[in-house]
């Protein structure tokens, strides 16, 4: 809706307006508007340094503040570098040094007494900067940045960085194929002085995407995170939602997850990369189905009474968590999307419904017939599961929509599992495969053909099956595995050496991580699916040793 010209003359450009007499301002269309305001500005930067474009868009509302051109006039104004303060050295080592030198002046930097957490945080602002979010493998790199620093702390002291360096390595080399710092992304953004937003920061910022403005969406989320780094989540979260696609879904997460490292001064940093993946999105090739959450969602927020409610604590039992997993898997998107909502008005506990979701994510992996010739492409040959595979995808999304339900407000927690629900389904289908009748791992015929009991012998039968990238063998010794009781400690610790060693690409500390998570977080009766499932990438993965390791191992002494 426009605003009336004599609010705006009143509200906010008495002065400017005043200055040329001649003018009928009241009746003006916006365009004459613009013109004659313009001439009474010395210069677009003078009027921003008077009022502040976010003032100007909150007080006119977007779309005339579109009309004027206010929401990109200021652009080509915005200073050159976006700088970290202390942190700049370090950050721009991790730009400006070639691959090739980066990893002895890490192992410098740790002996001179730098943590891995600073050499994490550095890589992290490195990589927004340069990428803001708009980089294939840059923003897979950063979000495998917190993944590798958990990685980390699993391992014994002395080979503690090599999971870090390999994830830094691929950073720098990115981030030099890309031509150093000449490029960057992000620049500077300066909040609204005195932001006031008609629709509220969250509408304001979904309207800017709409309207592919990344300029002013930036501008409205630094607004946001003035308030709140938490306000900025949870606004940021209903634009994401609006799409289900896995990197639209993962991003926000992981940067979130990189703010206990980074810290929450760096908020906006790392939120905009989504902000302006989410503008990027807006310019694809749309369908009904990329589009139906848009219109989904708020259906069934609303027939669910979940709009006005606080999560409920009711404990589903594993008879219970088992069919509502298997609905999710088995139906259509909507479908599933409505089975997660009754339960979550019917006041069962989101960790639950959010367990639920994990479990049928869990089985397109254990499902998955592996890369078909049409989809194989170099590191990924005919029937390997690791990397962009639809299942490894579908976990990692599971666990970034119960993740956001985690942290976030009442009404995102609901939006996050039904969404979640609703992308299982979406992905059983959307790449093909006949999942639902595919019989997952392990198969009986490989359990029977495991005569050992002993924990060590079949750890060691596990390492030599991922050696020689025999998928179905690896799951099916870990299930027996975790059947028999052993400790799962030794498992993870065979996975982790190859999660750390192999490319993966682009995966492997993400998926990982997302394992540890979901197993930790699933009842003793069902989480040995997880490690099962993570067994089978692991062998798909293995054979394709990670760029940087070899040097890493050799200066660390590990």
Known sequence: MLV????????????????????????????????????????????????????VV??????????????????????????FGDLEPLVCLMQETPANQLLPKLAGKLKGGTELKQL????????????????????????????ALHLSREMPAAQQPLPVFKVLYRNTNRIQEKGGRKDEVLHPVTPPSSPRFPGGTMQTLRDAVHAKDAALAERVLAASVQESAD??????????????????VVLPYRAWDLLDVVGREHAHTLLRQSVRYCVKAESWQRNATMDEPRTLLPKLLEQHRLLDRKP???????????QLSQTIFKSTPAQAAEAAAASLEEGFAPADVGEAISLAANQLILRDMGRTPRDETFGKPIGSVHGDSIGVHACDSANAWRNMARVANARNTFACLILGAYQVALDRGNRGGDFLNWQ????????????????????????????????????AIVHRYGELGHASRPV????????????????????????????????????WRQLTALARVTASEFGRPAAGMAEARELLKA
């Open 120 to 147: 994490v945080t550095a890589a992290a602002l490195a990589n927004a900067r340069t990428f803001g979010g708009e980089d294939y493998v840059g923003f897979h790199t950063m979000m495998a940045l917190s993944p």
């Open 312 to 322: 409920g604590t009711r404990a589903g039992d594993d008879a219970w968590l088992d």
């Open 440 to 475: 997952p791992l392990p198969v009986k015929w490989q359990l029977d053909g495991i005569k050992t009991t002993e924990a060590e012998a079949l750890l060691r039968e596990a390492d030599e099956a991922i050696r020689q990238n025999l998928q179905s063998r690896a799951a």
């Open 58 to 83: 909150a007080s006119v509302g977007y779309s005339l503040a579109s009309e004027l051109g206010l929401s990109t006039a200021f652009a080509a104004d915005t200073p050159e570098a976006l700088t």
């Open 231 to 248: 306000q900025a989540f949870n606004d940021l979260l209903h634009t994401v939602q609006e799409q289900t696609e896995v990197h639209r």
């Open 492 to 527: 993870f610790d065979l996975m982790l050496r190859y999660a750390v060693s192999e490319d993966g690409a682009l995966h492997a500390e993400k998926y990982y991580r997302t394992v540890s998570e979901e197993f930790a977080a699933t009842r003793p009766a069902y989480r």
């Open 4 to 55: 009336p010209p004599e609010t705006i003359h009143k509200k906010l450009f008495r002065t400017q307006l005043d200055q040329a007499h001649s003018q009928d301002y009241h009746a003006m269309t916006p365009k004459k508007f613009s013109e004659a305001f313009m001439k009474t500005a010395q210069t677009r930067r003078e009027f921003l340094g008077e009022v502040g474009r976010g003032m």
